[in-house]
């Protein structure tokens, strides 16, 4: 089947993190325990200028999504540079928005809490790197909505278009069960497409497609 990638922001973003080798091919153990033959992670992002890169791709695809948000949080941990990435590239842009961001474990001393950075309110924007079953989303939902704040969309990067706990994909079920929008920068499909344009990694398509065949969900 040809797959065909859409918009240049997922092009430049996919090159990007084959660069800097934030896209890895092998064996990985998923948070969910799925074992993967690929990984994203956006931990790679090691410098300045490629999380400034990687930001205006999130930024891109925020704007072409039309979404009104008023704040945005970031999920521990690597939610949290790439939130704040994304605020520093809508300040960039015009745009000062405000920030919050989690600890995984509470603060017990000082100004303790979990909590960091602006008060959650009004309409939240969570931005993370990846979705795959939904878990990690589904705990910052709770956190937000904890606080008296509404969830109004989930910026990501790659959404791996799996199962969530349902026979929808994470980001489906979150659409359509939870109200809440889902905006990815690429996803699995566009990763598939991207592997048929690059003959360096031909060899990987297999393994993904079986992938895909056990945790995908039909789109
Ligand atoms: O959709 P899910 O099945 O929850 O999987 C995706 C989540 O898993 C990772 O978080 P994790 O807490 O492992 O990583 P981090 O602490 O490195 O951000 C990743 O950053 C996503 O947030
Ligand atoms: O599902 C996960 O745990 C996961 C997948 C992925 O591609 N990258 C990541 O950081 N976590």
Redesign the pocket.
Known sequence: MNETINSSYQQTFLRLAEQCQALRFGEFT???GRQSPYFFN??QFTSGASLAALAACYVDALEDSGLHYDMLFG?????IPLATAVAVELARRGSDVALCFNR?EPKHHGEGGQLIGAPLKGKVLIV????????????AVGLIRNAGAEVCGLLIALD?Q?R?TTERS?AQELSLEQGIPVIAVARLQDLLAYTEQQPQLAGIRPALLAYRAQFGVAQ
């Open positions: 998923l948070k969910s956006a931990g999920p521990a941990y690597k939610g995984k993370d790197d990846v979705i795959t079953a939904g878990t990690a989303v589904r705990e791996r799996e969530g994470a």
